[in-house]
């Protein structure tokens, strides 16, 4: 991939996690990428190829990122997933930002690849509950997911220091004693 390529989708990134998914024009792009005119969409001809873009990248940044750990016990499962909140509320807080916003405003198509993340998430945690606790708590991972997503979602919008190992350590083990 391209410099400017990486740059731009940087950019847009943070413009839409900053200021939302209206900011993500082609010029707005480019003056935040500080890159010359036009050269967004050199890359990327029409704001839905735009928007496209952005997710394909949201996501395979975030794979990038996930580094998801081998987990043994409760608390190493408990540990990863405070690190995972603490990160994308804290250093990534536009990026997740940018992700609910596209979610919420970009057509079913689009937002397939960060659906098809999600999907390879809860596999992981579900994975990881049946390990620990077998299929009684596996079933609980939906609960476990729906935890971290409102902690990160609190923590981005309302209170950025709420406390995060407390609570999923709550959830986990509530879906482990079923």
């Known amino acids: 991939m391209s410099s400017t390529r990486r740059r731009a989708l940087d950019a847009a990134v943070t413009l839409i996690g900053t200021e939302g998914i209206r900011a993500l024009t082609h010029g707005r792009v480019d003056a935040a990428a500080a890159l010359p005119p036009g050269s967004t969409s050199n890359h990327f001809r029409t704001r839905a190829a735009l928007v496209s873009g952005v997710i394909e990248w949201l996501a395979t940044q975030e794979r990038a990122d996930a580094g998801l750990p081998d987990i043994g016990t409760a608390d190493e499962f408990i540990d990863a997933v405070s690190r995972m909140i603490q990160l994308q509320s804290g250093p ?82 509530a879906a482990l004693s079923g």
């Open 92 to 173: 990534l807080a536009a990026r997740t930002r940018a992700r609910y916003a596209l979610f919420l405003e970009a057509d079913e198509d689009a937002v397939r690849p960060l659906r098809e993340q999600r999907l390879g998430m809860e596999a992981w945690v579900r994975g990881i509950l049946t390990s620990l606790g077998g299929d009684t708590a596996a079933r609980h991972a939906a609960f476990v997911m729906a935890t971290g997503d409102g902690l990160l979602l609190h923590r981005v919008t309302v209170d950025p220091d709420a406390p995060i190992r407390e609570v999923i350590a709550h959830a986990v083990h």
